[in-house]
Nanobody, 126 residues
Framework: QAQVAESGGGTVQPGGSLKLSCVSS????????MGWFRQAPGKEREFVAG????????LYSDYVKGRFTISRDNSKNAIFLEMNSLKPEDTAVYYC???????????????????WGRGTQVTVSS
């Protein structure tokens, strides 16, 4: 079973920026779709962004489109989430998500995730 580990969370003021990282132990990492989800207190875990194995097929939720950027570096078995113009409603635990999807997708939901990281807390507060 592949494992992933997130880092980069923290506390930032509204309007600030953070960059999350996720490193995978999977040897065939470069073939598969990866994503980020988040879960705020009392809410369901929701999709944030996803990226295909080649770095294409990028998807964003409407809540973060234009503010967040997902990327990957297959030489490092890593994906990243650069978050700008952060809002208090972005406060959540952010989870890295790995899949067994090698093809093109139009959506990514929790049922398609094969393995999860433990999460990293992002708090946006003044």
């Amino acid at each position: 079973q592949a494992q992933v580990a997130e880092s980069g969370g923290g506390t930032v003021q509204p309007g600030g920026s953070l960059k999350l990282s996720c490193v995978s132990s999977r040897q065939t990492f470069a073939f598969y779709y990866m994503g980020w989800f988040r879960q705020a207190p009392g809410k369901e875990r929701e999709f944030v962004a996803g990226i295909g194995g080649s770095g294409s097929n990028i998807l964003y939720s409407d809540y973060v489109k234009g503010r967040f950027t997902i990327s990957r570096d297959n030489s490092k078995n890593a994906i990243f989430l650069e978050m700008n113009s952060l809002k208090p409603e972005d406060t959540a635990v952010y989870y890295c998500a790995g899949t067994n999807i090698a093809g093109h997708i139009n959506i990514l939901d929790r049922s398609q995730v094969a393995y999860w990281g433990r999460g990293t807390q992002v708090t946006v507060s003044s």
